[in-house]
Structures are given as C-alpha cells and as structure tokens.
C-alpha cells in the first residue's frame, strides 16, 4: 500500500510541476528556476483572482522585479525572481524535453499504482485459487529424437517462441501509412507554428490531422465490432479489473477536455474545433466498449480460429491508436493547439485543466494500445489457454 501512495503522490506532483512549469514559463520568459516560481505561485494566483486580464511582462534581465497595476491607487509588486537556469547544451536540451517526458513519468506511475494494486489484493489468496499454467500454443518443443531425459531436456533447451501473425498485413500496412502521415502532420505543424504568419495553418492542419484520425479509427472501430461479435464469450476473462481500471480512469478526462472544448469553441464561434472535440468523444466511447467486449472473446471454434475474423482492423487500431498517442505527445500538449479555449477561460485557467486532463488521455492512448494487442493475440484462441 506504502508504493501504492508513494506512485500516485509521484503521479499528483507530476501534475502540479507541469502546470507550474509552463505557467512559469509565460511568466518570466526563456528563462526561470522551477523552485522558485513554485514558491512565487501563490501571489501569481491572488493577482490573476483579482484581475483576470492581468498578465505578468516578460522580464528585461535575468533578475527583475514585476509590477503589475490595478487602478491609480493599488500595485501589487512581486519579489524578486532569481533566475539560475544553466546554460549548457544538456541544460538546454532537457529544458526543451521537459514537457513531452512528463507524460510519460504519469503513464508510469499510474501503471506502477495499479500493479501494485493487483499485488496487494493477490497477497493472501490460497494458492489452489490460482490456475496450474497451461502450455501455451506459442511454443513448440523437439520431442522428435531421442530418449524420454533427453525429450525432457530438449523441452527446455530447444524452445522456440513464434507468434502466429495471419490475418494482419491487410490491417499492418494501412496502419503504417496513417501513422507515417501523422507524423509528417507533426512536422508540419511544428515548422508552421513556429513562423507567426502561419499559424492559422498549423491549426487548421493540427485540426484536421485530429479530426480524420478520430473518424477512420471510429469507422473501423464499428466494423471491427461486427466482426469479433461472431467470436466466442470465454467465461474465466470476464474480469479484467487491471486494464478496466485503467481505461476507466482516463474516461473522464476525454469528456472534460472534449466539453469545456466544445464550449470554448461556441463562444468564439470555431466550428472546427466543436466536430473535432465531439469526434474525439464519440471515437472514445466506441473504442472504449469495443476493447471492453474484445477482452472477453475466444475463439473455441476451429473455423473461427483459422479464419480469425477481423484481425486486420485490429491491428490498423492498434498502430493508429500509436498514432494518436504520438500526435497527443507532441501537439494537443501545445497551448497555441488550443487559442479559443484559452481566449474563453484564461491562460491560466486553461491551463489548470489541459494539464489535469491531457496526461490521463495520453495514457489512454497508450493502454488502448495495450488492450488492442491482447485482444489480437487471445481473442482467436481457444478459451481454455487464456
């Protein structure tokens, strides 16, 4: 329970450095000292409570003094910020990267959370509750030559591990072309987001790339269900609290981005931005019951284990769902992805929630994967090897 509590506080401060990482970042320039921007924090939110169009200027040297006024008769002044920011090439280099790692220290630790959840709750069970293991059908073993020792011994000396991959290329390839394009979507967007003069382009490019990932993958996603319904239910995969619990947990963080999104995008009258958001939604909800369904199939049928219906669209889910994690990564983090949301609420604000909501969706991505892949691998055996 102790690592339990210790992975989820690491979880919760993660949150609350990267909120206060970019908040500092706006606040006093390229360059500024984490720890003392924290402590800075509290004042930072008192000005912003008691004028929300109050926005700090960028500091003229490395040690400066903000001001900010209110009226003829109130100014609210600001310690001092010591800015010690090194300025090596490693310095500058982890500087940059700081933002894309953070969501992979959240993915982490929410996974480490969990299995030590799933340890803790398997700690006192009776050892006859737990199934003898079963051969796997993934291994072969020589057992051709020689005597019953030496069967014995080949057996385990002279495994080979190999995995059956039919049914996939028709899926493989395609998912191969939409992940390439995403990621040429995300050099694009970076190059044209960079020049002042495009970034109406890199949005609407950065919009559009979001939008036809989320619709190819819903509309694969509904076929894709067609044809694993006319698999096998496998009674003993009924439960799967640990990939539940993670997909669960994430849910809640698309509807949020997604709904204050979607009324950001009614006020500043941005019709892109509100069929974006509730694509994301629907795309969600669709994969999310696909994925719950797929864990609990088999194939107990010899038909169905040779013909394996539907393994090619849920291996192209599998890549794009890489896609989306890495097209997530890089771009939905960035707050000029998102100017109607932060002209509705805040920078500040919108900030708060973007950094509450859109690790938990990144990891959503990444755990889809994961579940994807399992459903790929044990939906077309038989119940009895899972």
């Known amino acids: 329970m102790h690592s339990i509590a210790v992975n989820l506080c690491v979880w919760f401060r993660t949150l609350v450095d990267e909120t206060i990482d970019e908040f500092s970042r706006k606040w006093s320039g390229e360059g500024y000292d984490i720890k003392e921007a924290t402590h800075k924090l509290p ?108 069967q014995h011994h080949s057996k385990g000396t002279s495994s080979m591990i190999h995995v059956d991959c039919r049914s996939t290329n028709r899926g493989l390839f395609p998912g191969i072309l939409v992940l390439v394009c995403t990621v040429i979507s995300i050099i694009i967007f970076f190059v044209t987001i960079a020049a002042e003069e495009y970034t109406a382009t890199a949005l609407i490019i950065n919009n559009v790339s979001e939008l036809s990932l989320y619709c190819i993958t819903a509309i694969v996603t509904i076929f894709a269900f067609r044809e694993t319904s006319k698999l096998n239910l496998n009674p003993s995969a009924m439960k799967h609290t640990l990939d539940d619990f993670l997909l669960f947990i994430a849910l809640p963080c698309f509807f949020i981005f997604s709904f204050f999104s979607i009324i950001a995008g009614i006020a500043a009258k941005n019709p892109l931005s509100i069929v974006v958001n509730t694509a994301s939604m629907v795309q969600v909800i669709l994969q999310t019951t696909f994925i719950f369904d797929g864990l609990r199939r088999c194939s107990n049928d010899q038909g169905l284990q040779k013909k394996k219906p539907g393994r090619e669209m849920i291996t192209f889910l599998i890549v794009c769902n890489v896609a989306m994690w890495t097209f997530s990564t890089f771009e939905i983090k960035r707050s000029e992805t998102n100017p109607s949301q932060m002209l509705f609420y805040g920078e500040f604000e919108w900030s708060i929630i973007s950094h509450l909501s859109v690790p938990l969706t990144i990891f959503y991505r990444f755990h889809s994967s994961v579940c994807l892949a399992d459903i790929w691998r044990f939906a077309y055996q038989p119940a009895e090897t899972h």
């Open 43 to 150: 004042d930072l939110m008192k000005l912003v409570a008691e004028d929300p169009g109050w926005h700090p200027p960028a500091p003229p040297s490395a040690a400066v003094t903000f001001t900010a006024s209110r009226g003829a008769d109130s100014n609210h002044t600001l310690a001092s910020l010591t800015i010690c920011q090194a300025e090596t090439v490693l310095a500058n280099i982890a500087q940059e990267a700081a933002p894309y790692l953070y969501p992979f220290t959240i993915e982490y630790t929410l996974i480490a959370a969990a299995v030590w959840y799933l340890i803790w709750t398997n700690i006192d069970a009776p050892e006859e509750s737990h199934r003898p293991p079963r051969p796997s059908p993934y291994i072969a073993n020589d057992e051709h030559t020689g005597s019953s020792d030496q």
